[in-house]
């Protein structure tokens, strides 16, 4: 069964669909340039308006770029999510200090434009729970992520990964059978490419991507 995250909710009716629809992970971004940026207390009205508190019925995952201890503690303290997703320039180190502080686990993001991005892979193997490969964004991007850009695929094929990984970047509804092919990605994310504009969920794009994965064949993840 392949897994998939959806990234950058922002309002009740797109995540209850997420939620109902199958993803396993949901995405909440903090990061105020981004159009999907929650404040840790907005971030918890959405969990609660939705019954996520409780339910947890997918994992929930905050999505950070270079994060400071404030914010951190804010989010730990305000939303608690299983997951934190560093999505900027951190450090093995910096990690672990994310994890010892927060106790949430680790998504690691890895930009890839080229086969050379994948030596970094080694310097996460005891570090984080899971990897996400995403297409690296320009220099004079407005963001590091959520930009509906991908990459070669195929340069992930059979590559010996050290942690369960999420391929990122341009998926959508149409894509995500072939880019799971060619992969061979056992989980999925994706942002915009279940949007109608920045920032602005489609529920319908947000079920039909998460059937096109639910038809998938795959290995389970752990
Ligand atoms: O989504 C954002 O606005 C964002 C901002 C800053 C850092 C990361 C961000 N998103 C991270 C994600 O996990 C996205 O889902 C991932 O980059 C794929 O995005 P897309 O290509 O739009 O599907």
Do not use: Y
């Not at 890895?110 to 996400?132: I, N, Q, Y």
């Amino acid at each position: 069964m392949t897994l998939a995250k959806i990234c950058g909710l922002t309002t009740p009716e797109s995540l209850t669909v997420a939620v109902e629809a199958g993803a396993a992970f949901v995405g909440l971004v903090a990061f105020e340039k981004s159009p999907r940026h929650l404040a840790p207390e907005d971030a918890r009205r959405l969990l609660d308006q939705t019954g996520m508190v409780e339910s947890r019925r997918a994992k929930v995952v905050v999505v950070t770029v270079d994060p400071d201890d404030a914010l951190l503690d804010a989010l730990t303290r305000h939303v608690a999510p299983d997951f934190i997703q560093l999505h900027g320039h951190e450090t093995p180190e910096r990690a672990e200090a994310v994890r010892a502080r927060t106790g949430a686990g680790i998504i690691k993001c890895l930009p890839v434009s080229g086969p050379d991005d994948l030596k970094r892979v080694t310097d996460w193997a005891g570090v984080a729970d899971h990897l996400m490969f995403d297409a690296r964004t320009p220099a004079d991007a407005a963001l590091p992520g959520g930009m509906g850009l991908s990459f070669d695929w195929t340069l992930l094929r059979g590559v010996d990964l050290p942690r369960p990984w999420f391929l990122a970047g341009g998926l959508t509804p149409d894509n995500v059978t072939e880019a799971v092919r060619l992969s061979g990605a056992p989980m999925v994310d994706v942002s915009s490419g279940v949007e109608r504009a920045p920032g602005v969920k489609e529920p319908a794009l947000i079920r039909a991507f998460l059937e096109a994965v639910g038809t998938l064949p795959g290995k389970q993840s752990s």
